[in-house]
């Protein structure tokens, strides 16, 4: 079946400007995952969304990081006025939840800010 | 809350040699561990996992082994290949909380 998708695979910007990146998880996928990594470096957790409950923002590294989770499917994180240290790759994960916990990971979104 | 080391960050064998890469937790109270292979270019994809009501487990060429008083989990991979070569990550969790993962090993397996 359909893995995680994520849009765009890349992103090029100019410092300042405001970028949406999408990810569509797996249907039936409770639980969803927003991660950064940066070149050659390990997973930061950014956000979590599980159910209806509320989001664990407790990761986002500033308030110009946002996401939202529309009808418990495909999710937007958004990242306002970026700046050069927001280029990384930006994945997402989705999993079952509750006690199945593998996490299934989308290709990534490479963004790049200038 | 939960704090995860692993170790070495890089690890560089050759073909047919034995790898072996090592995780410790925190927090007494995680149950489950997993370690995920990410490939160049794409995400991480689950490799092998374990819960901590066992003590190894084992999938062909990959073992997972677990000591819950030391609170460290380790990866094995025996005969080595250069499809091996990626970028190994260690993760623990408890309940339902989420996977806090390690800070990941590169391999390089050379032929």
């Known amino acids: 079946g359909a893995g995680v998708s994520q849009s765009p695979s890349n992103k090029v910007t100019e410092k300042g400007k405001d970028v949406e990146l999408r990810c569509d998880p797996i249907?039936?996928?409770?639980?969803l995952y927003w991660y950064r990594q940066s070149l050659g470096q390990g997973l930061e957790f950014l956000i979590y969304f599980q159910g209806n409950s509320a989001p664990d923002k407790s990761g986002l590294p500033s308030d110009r990081f946002s996401a939202e989770r529309t009808g418990g499917s495909v999710s937007t994180l958004t990242i306002q006025r970026t700046q050069q240290e927001d280029s990384a790759v930006y994945l997402c994960?989705?999993?079952?939840?509750?006690?199945?916990?593998?996490?299934?990971f989308g290709p990534g979104t490479r963004l790049t800010v200038l | 809350g939960e704090n995860v080391e692993q170790h070495p960050s890089t690890l560089s064998v050759q073909e047919g040699d034995s790898a072996v890469i090592k995780c410790t937790y925190s927090?007494?109270?995680?149950?489950?561990f997993p370690w995920y292979k990410q490939e160049l270019g794409k995400g991480p994809q689950l490799i092998i996992d374990?819960?901590?009501?066992?003590g190894e487990k084992k999938d062909q060429r990959i073992a997972v082994t677990l000591n819950k008083t030391a609170k460290h989990f380790s990866l094995h991979i025996t005969e080595t290949q250069p499809e091996d070569s990626a970028v190994y990550f260690c993760?623990?969790?408890?309940?339902?909380?989420?996977?806090?993962f390690g800070t990941g090993t590169r391999l390089q397996v050379f032929p």
């Open positions: 994960a989705s999993t079952y939840g509750g006690d199945r916990k593998e996490q299934f």
């Open positions: 374990i819960r901590s009501n066992v």
């Open positions: 927090d007494s109270a995680s149950n489950y």
């Open positions: 249907s039936g996928h409770t639980a």
């Open positions: 993760a623990a969790s408890k309940a339902t909380d989420k996977l806090i």
